[in-house]
């Protein structure tokens, strides 16, 4: 079980980087997602859309086309499109630097940024503190922890309610042929350890969200009709959304013509296909 005193708190939000940001929140927004208007990382050289849920959210995030900035997905968006990083909710990004330094975790330094968020009384400022992971420290899995400072400006009601009944994410899948490294890094970020210990799957509680460590033959068997490109191991492959109400849920795809796959345990999908590059399984029967 995850220590109360640990600074990492779970699952903030998990980022899906695309290259062309209007034709990814219209492919979401068909999935029955309700995104959030445009936002812009000036310093950062980003533009996102946010699909907010109940305590996390799903950002769509790509280069803004006007900017030289360089970013760090600038080469991931030169090989594919789909998960990029997770974000880990802390409540003290800068405590976390030094708590996760002492456990072995090799961190950058908290960063401070902003973006404007426009309300009916005019614009106003959501804060953040950022901490990078080093990604050797956490193989396969880009991770960095979030704290919200103003989380009044970024979980807005109105973009809460979904068509396709969306709530939480409920599952993170990691492919990767060695679980072990893996899994390492894992226990280490959350403070915790593996549940059960299969060759091919293995399960990690961060506090929120379940993470699940699957090898390239349990990802496929799972999920039959789902593309894996070898080249791209170790990777975030997808996520699992929990739902308010399967059966408005169920209405809503059969009304949008969303077609869903059957995953071995009888759960619905979307392959990487139908959601640039991150398969998408929806807590219901298919």
Known sequence: ????FWPIEGLDHVLIAVRDLAAAKQEYERLGFRTTPMGRHTTLGSINHCIMLERDYLELLA????TDIVS??????????????????SSDARGAEIALRRAGVETGEATDFARPVVRPEGTREARFTTLQIEQHSTPGIR???????????VWLPEYQSHPNQAKAVAEIFVVTTDPGPVTAGQERMFNTRTMGNSPHARVIETGTATLTILTPAAYTKRFPKAALDQALLPFVAGFSIRLRDTAAAAAYFRKAGVTLERSADGRAYVPP??????LIQFEMPA
């Open 63 to 66: 280069l803004a086309p006007d």
């Open 1 to 4: 079980m995850t220590s109360p």
């Open 72 to 89: 760090r997905w600038t080469d991931m968006l030169k090989q594919r499109e789909g998960v990029g990083a997770l974000a880990l909710k």
């Open 273 to 278: 296909s139908q959601a640039r590059g991150a």
């Open 143 to 153: 991770e960095f922890l979030c704290q919200h400072h103003t989380p009044e400006l």
